[in-house]
């Protein structure tokens, strides 16, 4: 038998000398193997081993399969840790990735961070990621399959059982008499990874025999491909000093790449943000409908609860935008807090010099939004000028502009909160006033 299934044990000890080890034991042979495989070990202290086991309910025996799981991790003087969960959103999303989702976030939950979680998957489990990914028309992102190890929410996860045939992971199971549990959903062909191992993957083996370790090296070019394209992507972000922390692109410099690594740079932006990734479809359209718009147009491209939205020479990645009810008005007696109804509050900072004074609360105050052809003298100007005008001239998105809050006395507009105050708004020397500011809670 290869040896390099042995070597694992001293690999994870050598890797992780100082950290709890987690086994996500399905109670499936592949991940019994493993928790066998380290818990049978001199080289990994059992202090520091656990087996947490998810049940998702979704089948008759998941009370059976705990059992059995828990008995078989006191056998071996492994901490047992069994997490209940609910599978949702099927519907939207399909029973396999709506259990997966919900499993990786019950491991998240439950395990303590800088903890190492331990995967089960092996190289045949690797090679039908691969086709089933090729047969999506997935790039190389999609088609490097599973990585050997990543972070979740704190935790290091490995799987080192990649490099590793299943067929080595059932001969060690029988030599040494393990006894599994098997999930019938398994040989349910209306899953298409079940499909493919049913039905398609005999036919592979039968005629190329060293597939799975073929297609999982072709994974692994895949990955390095992906590598190269984050570190030009990396490249361009670097000296096109995108601005992360507002999820914006020059639109200009967008466009000075070729097309195909603009698409890199979009995709690699929204990777450092977790965002969703678009289609390659949704992808184009943002550079043909939205970088490429008219200056005057204010185009957007949705997909996944995202806004891809352009502003003058700007490309915006938002979350896509409540309309302001324009109706929506407080009457503003004191500097107290006003909730308005998208949730954010408008407090007071006490201020000299420019600010709204206890005189103009007297005469009553009344927060609002645009309706339109509103005008505004500024404290230090001759003249007013027209709100639309302004917006224009602070850069202010279309989309952004309906929900700044303004304070009005009567029918006159004192202050843009957080733009600007109207020349009745200059305090004299020792005069007290307040400072609007909006805060999001």
């Known amino acids: 038998m290869n040896q390099d299934l042995f070597s694992i044990p001293e690999q994870i000890a050598a890797d992780y000398s100082e950290n709890a080890l987690w086994v996500a034991y399905s109670g499936g042979v592949d991940s019994h193997v493993l928790l066998h495989l380290l818990a049978s070990s001199d080289l990994i202290d059992l202090s520091r081993l656990h087996a947490i086991h998810i049940d998702h309910g979704l089948q008759a025996d998941s009370e059976l399969w ?4 828990e008995q078989v991790a006191s056998g071996l003087n492994v901490g047992f840790h069994c997490v209940r969960v609910a599978v949702n959103e099927i519907s939207k999303l399909g029973l396999e990735a709506a259990a997966r989702a919900v499993r990786y976030q019950a491991i998240a939950d439950n395990v303590p961070a800088g903890d190492v979680v331990l995967l089960a998957q092996h190289q045949e489990d690797q090679a039908e ?25 704190g935790k290091h996860v490995v799987r080192p ?21 098997e999930d019938p959903s398994n040989i349910d062909t209306g899953f298409n990874r079940n499909y493919l191992r049913q039905c398609v993957w005999p036919l592979l083996e039968a005629r190329w025999p060293s597939a799975a370790k073929s297609l999982s090296r072709s994974a692994t070019y895949c990955a390095e491909a992906d590598a190269l394209l984050s570190e030009l992507a990396s ?17 200009t410099a967008l466009l000075d790449l070729s097309p195909a690594r603009a698409r ?11 965002l969703a990734m678009p289609s390659a479809v949704i992808l184009q359209r943002i550079l043909d409908e939205v970088c490429l718009a008219a200056e005057d147009r204010v185009p957007v491209v949705s997909w996944a609860n995202i806004d891809a939205r352009r502003y003058r020479d ?16 407080h009457l503003c007696s004191g500097p107290g807090d006003i909730l308005l109804s998208d949730g954010r509050v408008m407090t007071w900072l006490e201020v000299e010099k420019v600010g709204i004074s206890e005189a103009l609360f007297e005469q009553g105050l009344k927060l609002g939004f645009r309706q339109g052809g509103e005008t505004i003298q500024l404290v230090g100007h001759a003249h007013h ?57």
């Open 66 to 69: 705990v059992s059995h799981c």
């Open 161 to 181: 059982l990649l490099a590793i045939s299943q067929g080595e992971v059932v001969v060690y199971a029988q030599e040494h008499g393990l006894v599994w549990v």
């Open 314 to 329: 700007t490309l915006y990645f938002l979350s896509p935008q409540i309309d302001q009810d324009p109706t929506e008005y």
């Open 129 to 153: 990621t691969f086709l089933l990914q090729l047969l999506r028309g997935a790039g190389v992102k999609g088609l490097s399959g599973m990585s050997s190890d990543f972070m979740l929410e």
């Open 235 to 251: 490249i361009d972000f670097l000296t096109m000093g995108v601005d992360l922390s507002e999820a914006v692109i020059s639109v």
């Open 385 to 441: 000028k027209s709100l639309k005008q302004l917006y224009q001239e602070w850069a202010i998105p279309p989309w952004e502009r309906e929900h700044i809050p303004l304070l009005f006395c009567g029918d006159r507009l004192l202050a843009v909160v957080g733009y600007g105050f109207s020349e009745e708004c200059a305090l004299l020397t020792g005069q007290k006033g307040y400072f609007p500011l909006i805060e999001v809670v």
């Open 264 to 274: 890199n740079l979009i995709r690699y932006v929204l990777g450092e943000l977790d």
